[in-house]
């Protein structure tokens, strides 16, 4: 049975409609941006289930599912690319990730590094359409243009979208609190030097993968300067 929705506005037309209290245990928190080119979302979850979690929650914002057009993968774990496969065939989304990440999401090389084994769940690939390549990508959406930062360190292919509305950047840095495991290909040389370019985008608000929703920018700094410091005693 679905739970009760308890989808909550984030920024004008940008919303989260999944995590652990909103929708499969074991999800990230998901995320989602209303463009005049359709809906987008951001990850999708551990799995196939969290779907039916995600649609009732985008309806109860009065939303139609069938306006999701893309769905963007932050990295290869399985609590954000679980709900993938689903997506892309259901509702025929086009699906967004780093070059370096998608021999993985697409279930071509390094299994292990999904970490499904970790949470007891089957992984579907699903097929990525659209590959960014290099250090910056921007992609206009209709009336809303995102910017795609590569921020390897907790697994090579990481991105960390970023958009700027009203005057506000908002910053969705998936994972920001790592962990980093061998296991994971991740690099603590990367990692921090992603962070520090996650803190020099001076973001007004960041969407976090699991810990939530951080504001005003000072509040942004203090959070991602905590890792730093932590990761930067393990040199």
Same mark, same amino acid.
């Given at each position: ?7 909550? !506005? ?13 929708? &499969?245990?074991? %999800? ?23 779907? %039916? ?33 689903r997506l892309?065939? #259901?509702? !025929? ?17 390094? *299994? ?30 209709? /009336?809303?243009?995102? /910017?795609?930062?590569?921020?390897? &360190?907790?697994?090579? &292919? ?12 908002i910053l ?17 040389? %990367?990692?921090? /030097?992603?962070? /520090? ?10 969407? #976090? &993968? ?5 504001? *005003? ?7 991602? !300067? ?10």
């Open positions: 049975m679905v739970k009760i929705p308890r989808a909550e !506005k984030v920024f004008d037309d940008i919303y989260l409609i999944g995590g652990s209290n909103l929708s &499969g245990a074991g %999800d990230c928190l998901v995320y989602l941006i209303k463009t005049s080119d359709g809906l987008i979302m951001i990850d999708s979850g551990v799995d196939k289930n969290s779907v %039916d979690y995600f649609i009732e929650n985008i309806k109860s914002l009065n939303f139609n599912p069938n306006d999701l057009k893309y769905l963007i993968l932050t990295h290869c774990h399985i609590d954000h690319i679980g709900g993938a496969y892309q065939n #259901e509702f !025929k989304v086009k699906v967004i990730a780093h070059e370096i990440e998608a021999p993985v999401i697409e279930g071509k090389e390094h *299994p292990e590094r999904t970490g499904a084994s970790f949470y007891g769940v089957d992984y579907t690939p699903c097929t990525i359409d659209i590959k960014l390549k290099g250090e910056l990508n921007e992609i206009r959406f209709g /009336n809303k243009k995102i /910017n795609f930062l590569h921020t390897p &360190g907790h697994t090579p &292919g990481g991105i960390s979208p970023y958009i700027d509305l009203e005057g506000k950047r969705f840095g998936q994972d920001v609190h790592g962990p980093l495991l061998k296991g994971f290909g991740s690099n603590l040389k %990367d990692y921090l /030097n992603s962070l /520090n370019k996650l803190l020099k985008l001076d973001a007004d608000i960041l969407c #976090e &993968g699991h810990f939530g929703i951080f504001q *005003p920018k000072e509040e942004v700094f203090r959070y991602i !300067k905590k890792y730093i410091m932590i990761y930067s005693k393990r040199k």
